[in-house]
């Protein structure tokens, strides 16, 4: 593909090369993206609610200034594999096993349940067996980021809820990308027979859990390869390419390519330099994030929720969304006292990017139709505003309530 | 343009879908650009080299490995986009001042003889007064980057040879991006009659000085909009936005858009948040401009530099660059001692991005040939390969000669 280039097309809006017209369109996306966030925030809402809102302003549906095309679509991807990095920088083999039993229980349970629901839901409405799957996955991962922030604006990270809530939500990601790579593989079988399937699912399943045991372990002992002396950005460059290559490998699986960045980003938190990989990554992230944000947003079709029959169905989804994570969440960790229990189920209902991505891979894969894609979208959406303010609530209802941990640290933070 | 994605094409590498075959290439460029730049830094010579060396042996004409498409493309323009901002950055206004007049003398007259001649020898080649004025704009810029890391690590930034050879690479620079907004605004006028040929260049220049006066003093004098608290990263985006905005705005009008991009580089060098700006941008650039220099490298044809005709050119080109830099600027530096001047005028010799990129729109434009091309990267790497040798045999050869500033300030650093 050649790109011609007629720099002198001087004012001529119509006629100009294509270089200036991408460039055009990342100038509108990305400062769109930043408008959107900033008044999202303003809004006390999640930044990626603006940015995704603004996504959908600027797409087809709305005023359709921008365009999906390859170089967009690119960017959004390498937004989308950097943003499973950094969720894999932050899960750390070692955390994981410090939460212990109830975050183990609230994620496997916070999983199950939404999973469950999604599927017989979409199995309810006439899809097949693998395409219902596929939708049960994209109601599973829950928004450690998005829980994560809210947690610290409160100022809540000690509280022993908070704790399980964020190791809870990190076995939930990792169960989401266990299970994205079992219902892609359940997807490529459809018209294989069972033994292909077999072998396919097999080697995905065995793909992630040898990365993550080996990789890890390769890493904790030598950061030799880490240590060169003389470009001070090498830590970086390395692990960007361990991420770009993972996520290679990984598509080559039939699995998503972000799995293999999340992978990536787990054998990277094994590394002495994890701090500064995670201070480094935030430049990165907030240049190319906005990309993929902007571009789901700009995926929803919103004439596809047009119709009254629709939104009821996107609030039978979203109650299902909600009821799925709450009650598996909250049942799991009844061990805490009721009130505490209440709080962790709140905490874990907020979808986000996991659940976004799982949804623009079934558009991409057109195992979604637009409606599906345009409630799945706007189910985390709802889920990712209503939350915040949820939890502000009970934690204010809550504050003289006991809670061992914080009482030992308040101090601390 | 829409994608399709079919996750399932399990090991047949052929028929993968074109967003798994694009991060393939992502992954061969970046991980090449990072072995020939650690390759080129144990051999002491600037990473660019290995970069583009390595983008040359995965082009076309030796391995055939990545073929350059739009993604790649505009990777490449957002890499020299984001390069060109953070050399805005590196250059203050105020400093300029304070090198005072050695280095502007040796920045002008370091522009003006090499500019003669590339053009003449383009000239005399046969090419039309417009053309071969563009490929004069090649010869012009020192590549200020190249030349500083070698200072750098001889431990001479602070000698008074040091300060002039970098203020004056900064008006180089500037006196580069001035040359290109002529040259383009010329080669857009072939064929178009006077008075509009000037209205055009009457634009282009008015946008740079507009831009850049009216710009820094705005920014100086208010800080607000980068004073936000809601977003850490604020003044990074908001920076960023106005580098691709600004890189917009120039392609509008008929300029590179690194000139927009290095506009909005000197603006930002103005507020308050300079050295975060200049930290943060660091992880973009190591992520990004890699696939600038892989582009240029996979771009040239190696082809067209087989024939001993085109070798002989390339001899010439390389050795009427060197002279026309080495006198235009020893000259200039007499004042400074003998010695001293033969140090500026060395230190002056490398060509880096600047003209690089020159070259890389001279080829997109089909203004260049493969051979001309090929014969301008291939001076810009000679040029940058035999510098840092011969400064640091130079800086050892003049140890205790004389140099007042560095006998002030020699244990700052």
């Keep these: ?61 709305v005023l359709g200034w921008i365009h999906i095309n390859e170089p967009l679509e690119v960017l959004a991807e390498i937004g989308a594999v950097f943003l499973l990095f950094s969720v894999g920088l932050e899960t750390r083999v070692d955390e994981l096993k410090k939460v212990g039993r109830v975050a183990t229980l ?26 219902s799957m596929f939708v049960g996955a994209a109601f599973v991962a829950t928004s450690a980021g998005i829980t ?37 593989s359940l997807q490529a079988g ?45 830590p970086l460059t390395i692990c960007l390419a361990l991420c770009l290559g993972l996520a290679v490998a990984a598509s080559y699986l039939g699995l998503a390519a972000i799995i293999g960045a999340f992978l990536a980003g787990m054998i990277a938190a094994e590394t002495e330099q994890r701090e500064t990989l995670i201070a480094q990554l935030r430049p990165i992230m907030a240049f190319l994030v906005p990309f993929f944000f902007v571009v789901t947003g700009a995926k929803i079709n919103l004439a596809a929720l047009g119709s009254v029959d629709v939104l009821l169905m996107l609030l039978v989804v979203t109650l299902l969304a909600i009821a799925g994570k709450f009650i598996g969440c909250s049942l799991a960790a009844l061990s805490l006292g009721r009130k505490s ?42 889920t990712s505003v209503i939350t915040p303010p949820a939890l502000g609530a009970l934690f204010a209802d809550t504050k003289s309530a006991s809670s061992q941990v914080s009482a030992q640290e308040d101090g601390n933070k």
């Design 1 to 61: 593909m050649t790109i011609s280039w007629e720099p002198f097309q001087f004012f001529g809006g119509n006629t100009l090369d294509p270089l200036t017209n991408v460039l055009l369109e990342l100038f509108l996306v990305f400062v769109a993206a930043q408008v959107g966030a900033e008044i999202a925030q303003r809004l006390k809402l999640p930044a990626v609610v603006g940015e995704i809102t603004a996504g959908c302003l600027l797409g087809a549906s």
């Design 106 to 131: 609230v994620g496997i349970s916070g999983v199950v349940l939404p999973f469950v629901l999604g599927t017989a839901w979409a199995l309810y409405i006439g899809d097949d067996i693998p395409r």
């Design 148 to 184: 994560a922030r809210v947690l610290q604006d409160l100022g809540m990270l000690n509280r022993t809820e908070s704790r399980v809530i964020l190791g809870a939500a990190v076995i939930d990601d990792i169960l989401a990308m266990l299970l994205l790579g079992l219902v892609t």
């Design 190 to 234: 459809s018209g294989v027979d069972l033994s292909n399937l077999f072998l396919v699912f097999i080697q995905a399943i065995g793909f992630i859990v040898v990365i993550a045991l080996v990789g890890t372990r390769i890493m904790r002992r030598s950061s030799l390869l880490l240590e060169r002396p003389i470009n001070p950005l090498s």
């Design 341 to 382: 229990a209440v709080i962790v189920g709140v905490g874990m209902v907020p979808r986000g990017e996991v659940g976004i991505i799982v949804a623009g891979l079934g558009l991409q894969a057109g195992i979604f139709s637009d409606t599906i894609y345009a409630i799945i979208i706007a189910m985390s959406l709802i």
